[in-house]
């Protein structure tokens, strides 16, 4: 009799991959949860830079915060493809609409462009047309806004590039043609004269004044206050709320919009991690406020005519176009608010009207200083930075704004900070002396922010040298050197420990760059004290050591390129001690040539000019600070930042 044996027990295999990768409780975590593990409906352990679940089962983590997929059409599979609505049943919604209102007409969709060839002339799109209600009386934005899909920009391929077309993009925003009865067109400056840039003032609101007074409203056909009801046979499963506005319905502003989030926001920071508020904050702001979007786009645009030596002029004259636009609803909204308290004498109780409003101007124009970073030779950013101040006066000043305790609205502040105290440490002149205005003090949110304490110290650096400078003042307190040192080593430390949280997503090599550049900022800012305060001679041994440290440091950072944007500044001041130093001179200019080959940012050719000069022209021993103010009184100023 034979005997029936049990079947085996299945062995059970792993799922794939080591499931579990234990995370260090100390390492760095996100502040949210990737995708992946949102989709699959598990706790993600936020690891940087990937999640280790996703690490676990071989998925390809896409990380933390925002991410921008760019589509075409409604849907990228199903029967919504290609579709420009998310309508199923096309020619149903037409005849139900017909009848349901007579005011409301929509023409045939097109075929989806996925299976129609590619030709030089972009079919019609199909719109949605409602009676136009009264012109809107205020700048509005896009998610106060039910925004309705009008036929103003002919939809080109989804692999469509920029082209010039009379003399601009497409006749419109960017690329394609438009409608030319109103549209989002109408919120861009013409093409024609241009804008004075060259000229600075007490207020910094001329330059701004040179726009127009008012800021034409946009069109009815564009923009309904008015409840529009859902269109019958919509897949509801869509998020109407998500649809996007006209503008960002075209390619060529798609491209804009990737280009910053891709290689400009990471140029931005110290180190680009999922947090970079230039990619988190400015991005998701800029979706709700046309003044903060065309800035965007235009620094976009003109960053792609700098990598392309200007051979595409589309680029160059979208971001002219681009630029003007924004500055024509920046000066709507300074002279609303400079009329409502009189520029001279704002209240400090004075209440915003519309917080995201004033932020996204704010940002807006620390958007448009970095325009003027990338190939303009003027000096525009001084009244950028005068109008930016402006905007911190109307709200009661930085320790108001700081008080708020809001991410956007302290990151700008810092942003500006930043910028103004870098601004004050390269351009100096008599008058500047006499009615030099300090820079905004940064926000203290409690948070150990990279390189923020060196610039705090440069910052009273700054205000002693023009109370020195000026006649007029008392001279004040110099504290003596050690002091100083005392300072900036603090300053370093607490640098290098901010630095720890990035640990996770720097490799070894990177690790060793970034404390490199920790050192050349500390002995940056030793030089700039040694010349700005002291004076001291080129044979003064803390000059020579710092000279020396500086140097070195510089030397030893192996990967240049990922640093190189924030390299200009510290060469910039090797170079002010490099007179009748043949040698190093050729160093700083191949460096600086480098940064700008690099990154696309001209703004170290006013720099190379001054120290041409300073190397050529500058008595035995005169400091560079005290050449600069005569440069300045010249009209020649610049900003590395």
Known sequence: MLAV?????????????????????????????????????IKCDRALPTCGK?????????GYGLVLKWGQGVASRGKLAGKS?????????????????????????????TTSPRSKTHKQEPSFKQHAPAPLKQQPTFSNVNIVRVDLLNQPDADADFEEEDGHL???????????????DDWLVQNGGGLNTATTTASGLDYY??????????????????????????????????????????????????????TLAAMMVWIDTPSNPWRKIMIPLAMQSPTLLLALLAVSANHLSAQNSGNNPAYSSAATRYRDSSLALITNRLKIETQTLGYQSPDPTYQIRDKMDSDATLAAIIMLTNFEMIGSQTNAWRTHLDAARTMIKLRGGATQIASEDDQTSSF??????????????????????????????????GREELFEDFLKVMHQITRWERQLSNPERTPPSIPPPEAIQTRFESARQRTARASAAFASVLTVEQKDDFNHLINVYHHSGLLYAWRSLYNFPSTNPLITTSKQELYRSLHSIKDQKRFAVD???????????????VNTQQYVQWRMKEAMAVTGFSNCLAALAFLDAYWSEAGVEESWVSFARKYGDQGHQFLLY
């Open 567 to 581: 390299l200009v500044y510290p060469l910039f001041i090797l170079g002010t001690e490099s007179v009748g130093d």
């Open 170 to 184: 497409g006749g419109g925003c960017c690329g394609g043609s438009v409608d030319t009865t109103g549209g989002w």
């Open 54 to 62: 996703c690490r676990g089962r071989n998925l390809e983590c896409p």
């Open 85 to 113: 609505y998310p309508i199923r049943n096309p020619e149903h919604a037409i005849a139900s609409m017909s009848k349901e209102n007579s005011n409301l007409s929509m023409a045939t969709p097109p075929k989806s462009t």
């Open 412 to 445: 700008l502040l810092s942003q500006f900070f930043v910028i103004d105290v870098l601004a004050s440490t390269t351009t100096f002149s008599n008058d500047d002396a006499k009615d030099f205005e300090m820079p905004v003090n940064t926000p203290t949110s």
């Open 209 to 262: 004044d040179s726009k127009p007074t008012m800021v034409p409203s946009p069109p009815s056909s564009v923009y309904s206050m008015e409840y529009t009801p859902p269109l019958p046979d919509f897949d509801f499963s869509y998020d109407l709320n998500s649809q996007l506005p006209t503008i960002l319905q075209n390619n060529s502003v798609r491209e804009l919009i990737a280009h910053y989030d891709q």
């Open 5 to 41: 044996q049990a079947p085996p027990k299945p062995i059970k295999m792993p799922r794939g991959g080591n499931s579990r990768i234990k995370v260090d409780d100390n390492t760095p975590r996100a502040t949210q949860d990737c995708k992946v593990c949102n989709r699959r409906r």
